[in-house]
Every structure is written in structure tokens, then in C-alpha cells.
């Protein structure tokens, strides 16, 4: 689960990436403003980048996660 300060996880954008850049397709479900639960259980153990863009700012962010 990803959990933010500010109400916009349903004004967002989320894209999952592997550590070399490609997209990978994973399904998100959105909790409530504040929160959105992605299902990564079936991605191969790894680093993944989290892409997230606010569509009302054009805010940006990245994170980085581990999946064990």
C-alpha cells in the first residue's frame, strides 16, 4: 500500500517500472484519497520504481521499493 499526506491518490497517475525502465502492468485499487494498494505479488523479486503524476499540478515524484 502507498499512503500520502495530501488527497490525491484519486488524482494520480501511477506507473510501475522495473529497474531498467520497462512499464510493468500491475493492478491498482484506490483505497480512499489518501491511499492506493498495488499488487505486486506476482512480480519477480527486485527493485521497482514507482512513477506517480498529479493530473490537476503535473506534480511529479518517484520512489524506489524492493520486492521480496
Known sequence: NVKFETAIAKKAVFKI???I???ISVDAEVI???EVR???KELLDGYYVLALQNIQTRAKATHK???L
Open 65 to 67: 521499493f524492493l520486492k
Open 17 to 19: 517500472h522495473n529497474i
Open 38 to 40: 498495488f499488487k505486486v
Open 32 to 34: 480512499d484519497d489518501f
Open 21 to 23: 525502465g520497462n512499464e
